[in-house]
């Protein structure tokens, strides 16, 4: 079975400040990590990909297998990073591009 | 902007009343999704079908049921066996079936069963 867990429902950070938002995975084969997005009154995007190893919009998240971790973070935070943030995973071994789903994180940045 | 679409934005039901979601998409994408979003518990994977007639139920199947005639197709049927069916539902498509392939989502509709 496939798990990603979001410790933090809610961050509240200050513009300027970097953020960290967490996500853990239980995945027993080899992973797809992934970072989705969803601004107010639009529709949910995806932000990046740990396979494409890139920078969007000054995020970056790193896959630690060992701690079975994806974390995404930013060193300093806009306001119109405001909005929630799911982390999601696929796997290779089972059905193609299913995608499990963490909780979501609600960002705020405030000015 | 078109891609993929959904209808209604809104829809309202008496409870016993099965009701379809309507998904449709111009993109040319083999799979496509349905998924459920409730506050705090994120999204859920009903059903999904990589190809046309072929389909398969996802982590919260029961009380639904989908058809695939059709590439561009993927209706939703939230039936009346379904307890809890008031919530925002997501359809969503990728260009194929692998693991690394990017979701693309549709602008939901949100459904209030009484």
């Known amino acids: 079975a496939q798990r990603v867990t979001q410790p933090e429902k809610l961050l509240s950070v200050f513009k300027g400040a970097p953020v960290e938002l967490k996500c853990n995975y239980s995945?027993?084969?080899?992973?797809?990590l992934f970072w989705y997005v969803q601004y107010s009154r639009q529709r949910l995007q995806l932000l990046l990909r740990?396979?494409s190893r890139e920078s969007i919009k000054g995020f970056t998240a790193d896959l630690n297998k060992g701690e079975t971790s994806f974390h995404l973070k930013k060193p300093f935070a806009q306001e119109e990073d405001s909005a929630m943030y799911y982390c999601?995973?696929?796997?290779?071994?089972?059905?193609?591009?299913?995608?499990?789903f963490g909780e979501g994180t609600q960002l705020t940045v405030n000015p | 902007d078109g891609g993929i679409t959904q209808s209604p934005k809104y829809l309202f039901r008496k409870e016993g009343q099965n009701v379809t979601l309507s998904c449709e998409q111009n993109?040319?994408?083999?799979?496509m999704y349905w998924y459920r979003q409730d506050p705090g518990q994120g999204l859920r994977l009903i059903y999904y079908?990589?190809?046309?007639?072929?389909?398969q139920k996802g982590d919260i199947a029961e009380g639904y049921s989908v058809s695939r005639e059709k590439k561009e197709s993927f209706p939703l049927t939230v039936t009346s066996a379904q307890k809890n069916p008031t919530a925002f539902y997501l359809c969503?498509?990728?260009?194929?079936?692998?693991?690394?392939?990017?979701?693309?989502f549709g602008p939901g509709t949100r459904l209030t069963v009484t």
């Open positions: 079908s990589q190809i046309v007639n072929d389909f």
């Open positions: 993109l040319n994408h083999d799979a």
């Open positions: 995945y027993s084969g080899s992973p797809e």
């Open positions: 999601a995973l696929s796997g290779r071994e089972t059905s193609g591009s299913r995608l499990t």
């Open positions: 740990h396979i």
């Open positions: 969503a498509s990728s260009p194929g079936t692998g693991s690394f392939y990017e979701q693309y």
